[in-house]
């Protein structure tokens, strides 16, 4: 079966059509010289690059899996090359500044570049995918001496960097790290832990690793307050190797082609990022950006599994479909018969509204960091901070249990390795853990974001949303009535927490879907408005998943509102 | 992490106070000797063998598989001895008549020992998993001849069996099946054609495998009725080897240790089963037999990982939950925290009345055998026919979804090999495909069940249920509600139907859910009415599930309704 191929003019219908990006982006003077024919070709050469280059790679980097042995990670075949003419052709540097070696363009197109590349490649795709949260990271918090040495190396991507926050005992929690720094008498630190789950610790994809880490000074208080940023390469400047070492890889699931290793810290000698006692502060910069990149990788393999799903089902016959007749040994094409055609439109429903609210909070981080207007901002830091979570959760959710129906309409061959299709449902299942698991992101939204302010900050989005719908169209009634059940719902939980801490706790997963559905409903209405022809061609491809979206999907809504009302009755 | 350990205190619960099946068993002549202690002992005894043979054996399974070379196929270490050691001690023979070899106890006991096998070992249960089905296919289809041969060797397990039906092109379509099967002048038939996802259609485990072999005799008419079924044992009773060539085993998503063989019949001699043109006839006693099989897999398999989940729940500690406090450093297990909680005790939630659908259908199954009395038969047909798609759907479905939540209590943790959770989800997966797909299941209750007759046999159905109600608990008014919904639904379908054939494989899915839900609700009415006390033990033990029943499991019946009703309203 073919390899995923990036279809561009679907991502280009929603960057130019839907959220009219380019003319957003070129009113900002940070992009006055970026027009919409630079971010399609970008866009055209970043689909070229992935289907042909990174694609091919997907299927042995599954079968072969990254190897350890003494320390060392041999990646699998072709993946250093890949790496290597990555980073060379300037990818990873896209939305780098210019003064850092950078090229300064949109962060959408980077959220583009990386849904292909998780949709091609997810494993792979893990090596560069923190390098630009690690670049934003070295970039406001290191100081000159280590950004001298290191911002120009990371933001190009001539060298990889790692995350390293959890141990084995500290997962979610990150109050309970233990890894110790110690001042030394030089100015440095040394650092000394074990850091579990490190994607890309080691490698053999690039010449030096640079691992930003979370450690405990000596009399730091207890808690996340305790906790400070470290900057530990596998080479120093002078070229010698520092006490970091690779102890073991993990056996997991999928994502076989991702070492996820095991770090030891032997009294490295290391660099302070940031204050003392702020390394969180410093390292959420990378969470946040982490968790955009995290709902794309789930948009980008619910599409792999989407096209896989989809061409078999156009040459797969089975059975006739119903209405077609009953003669005798005869069959129609299994994309004919409803239960699978629910299947492929639900999963595109879901799918083309990902890329929605993916690009456009993609355009709102860039709002915040260019535009000149504070009401821009402060409604930019909104959409942020409300939506990443919905995505990273929903999206990685759907890329399991959607990608799972995908693989439902292969039969028995979707179990068979050789289809492709259950590497994905593999490989996307971690996705739901990691960079916060899906429920902390159910908490994140509902206990931390809209409880705090009495709901205040989602008002406000819901007020932006229903005035962004378009009149015209028949279903914004509907997405109207849901947008106000939502804000009473929310009004309902701020009321009942009063006398149960817990309730948010339990809910917050229905909320998260809650809020998600009307995220969607949105997000097609603003779809089917930029579609302009009513052609044959247009039904299929967006008529048939909006219908689903009704049909299917958003009914979920009345469920979640009801569940937890039910809760807040019973908190009452 | 510890392998799963049969919990037989919960499943002789649901056996004895929830069924009161002893006693309804001891009722029948055919059970007369079978009391209540006999029942409990065997249950015990076979909980015991489960749990010391083939739980351990479950991880190495999945990491050695099946190995194919030559033709010949090597189970993983142990397998062979925990065979042997199985039929030997006469468990394969349970239900078999006693003038056949086997033990004549109820296929209840059957159905409990298949539940503990799959959550033990899905990959090894594979192998005998289709025995007691081919023994009665033998029984009631084979010639006195075959019969002499092979019928005590297979209710005795001391051969295994294969149900080779699968071709390349023919999955779900049968009617597609090309295997020709050529009469010889001595009466004999020559069976030529490649079969695939044939389960342990090679193996180690016995002396001789009995393959069960659909195929076209010449000029049968084409489609499903020109379908003849064949015996074809890999040695013949004269010791010489049938020409029957196992060319290789697939790699699969999971299920390592169970080898799925791409079997080459190559003119090989053998005699027929049952009559010319019946062999779908003859099949379906099998196909009947193993979609309880496949339900009990999936509750087997849910068990496994809530226990699992429920272990590492009660010992890892991260961050405190609501309401326990803020002290910096401290912490709570995470089956304190409500998202945890809610994810275990709504899994226990579906395995518990899990148990109490199949054991009721395996009752059924002997009331249809046994029973004297003609109403008693009828409706436990009735019975048997709708609820058992139900259940293969829903508790695979579970195994897999609800696994995979199982797998999120351990967070990254979750992902990894060695703590075993992921393998179950990986390996639950297949039982959502096969014997027939979850969405053909829904189609067969639908289309073939309810609508046949204009929902007559539903209604009956639902009227043994809702007398089965306890009248003193509060919430069989909601269940009663529930019933008559269905209903009304049920009938809007049936008038909608005639103008739009499709609708009802539309909504097919929604209305199993539907249907599997007044199932479940019934269920758990009935276990409330069983448990005894109102001791802390059985509030944590059965008041937790219920309660997460009701607040996040049920209400997905009026999102299914719903989804139903709107279908019919664009239908008509």
Redesign the interface.
């Known amino acids: 079966m073919s390899d995923y191929q990036p279809r561009t003019d679907d991502m280009q219908f929603v960057l130019s059509r839907v959220l009219n990006a380019p003319a957003q982006l070129q009113a900002l003077p940070a992009f006055a010289e970026v027009d919409a024919a630079l971010m399609l070709q970008v866009l055209e050469e970043a689909g070229k690059f992935v289907g042909e280059v990174i694609a091919p790679l997907n299927r042995g980097g599954d079968e072969i899996g990254a190897q350890w042995a003494g320390g060392a990670v041999t990646m699998p075949t072709g993946f250093k090359d890949a790496y290597q003419s990555f980073w060379q052709s300037g990818w990873p540097a896209l939305a780098a500044s210019a003064e850092d070696g950078g090229q300064g363009l949109p962060t959408v197109l980077e959220a583009m570049l990386y849904e292909m590349l998780s949709a091609a490649n997810h494993s792979w795709t893990m090596a560069p995918g923190l390098l630009h949260g690690a670049y934003e990271c070295i970039k406001h918090h290191a100081s000159d001496e280590l950004k001298s040495h290191y911002l120009e190396k990371v933001a190009t991507g001539e060298w990889l960097a790692t995350m390293c926050l ?1 141990e084995p005992h ?4 990150l ?2 790290v233990r890894t110790k720094a110690t001042p030394l008498p030089d100015g440095q630190y040394a650092v000394s832990g074990t850091k ?2 490190i994607s890309g610790g080691e490698h053999d994809l690039t010449d030096n690793i640079v691992h930003l880490v979370l450690a405990r000074l000596p009399d730091a ?5 305790g906790l400070s940023l470290f900057l530990v390469p596998k080479f120093y400047p002078d070229g010698s190797r520092s006490r970091v070492h690779c102890d073991r890889i ?6 076989h082609g991702s070492p ?1 290793c095991v770090m030891r810290f032997d009294e490295a000698v290391c660099a302070i990022v940031g204050e003392p006692g702020k390394g969180l502060n410093a390292m959420f910069v990378m969470m946040n950006a982490a968790r955009l990149h995290v709902a794309l990788q789930g948009i980008g393999l619910l599409d792999a599994a989407w096209q896989k799903a989809d061409a078999y089902s156009q040459e797969r ?3 006739r ?3 077609k007749g009953k003669s ?2 005869e ?1 129609d094409l299994i994309g004919e ?4 055609r ?1 299947i492929l439109d639900t999963q595109r429903a879901w799918v083309d509204a990902g890329r929605v609210l993916a690009y456009r909070t993609a355009l709102e981080l860039d709002l915040i960091k260019h535009s000149p207007n504070a009401d821009t901002q402060a409604s930019a830091q909104r959409w942020c901070a409300l939506v990443t979570p919905v995505m990273k959760s929903v999206f990685t959710h759907q890329a ?2 959607g990608g ?1 129906d995908c ?2 309409v292969f ?8 289809w492709g299709i ?1 590497q994905i ?2 490989d996307a ?2 996705a ?3 960079e916060g ?3 902390i992101q ?2 994140d939204l509902l206990v931390r974001k809209v409880l705090a302010d009495g709901g205040n900050s989602l008002n406000a989005l819901l007020d932006t949303i229903a005035l962004d719908l378009p009149k015209a169209a028949k279903a914004s009634t509907a997405a109207q009535a849901r947008i106000q059940t939502l804000r009473a719902v929310t009004q309902q939980i701020v009321k009942a927490s009063v006398q149960d ?2 309730l ?3 809910v ?2 229905d909320y998260l879907r809650a809020v998600a559905l009307v995220l969607m409903d949105w997000a097609w209405l603003r779809i089917e408005a930029g579609v302009d022809d009513n052609t044959v061609t247009a039904q299929a491809r967006w008529i048939n998943p909006a219908k689903a979206l009704r ?2 999907v958003l ?2 809504f ?2 979640r509102t ?2 937890i009302v ?2 807040c009755t019973m908190a009452a």
Chains 1, 2 share one sequence.
């Open positions: 959890t500290a997962g979610s929690d109050g309970q579990i789950f208080p207890p808690g996340p307050k993990e056996e997991k699931m999928g994502l996820t016959r089975q059975m479909a119903p209405g005798a040994g069959s018969h409803p239960a699978m629910r399991f249990h799972s693989l439902q039969g028995g061959h979707g179990y068979v390795r050789e259950e449902v593999r299942r971690v739901m853990i990691y698991t899906n429920e159910a908490i801490a817990a948010a706790h339990r917050a997963d049909s299917w009914p979920e009345q469920m009801f569940i039910q809760q």
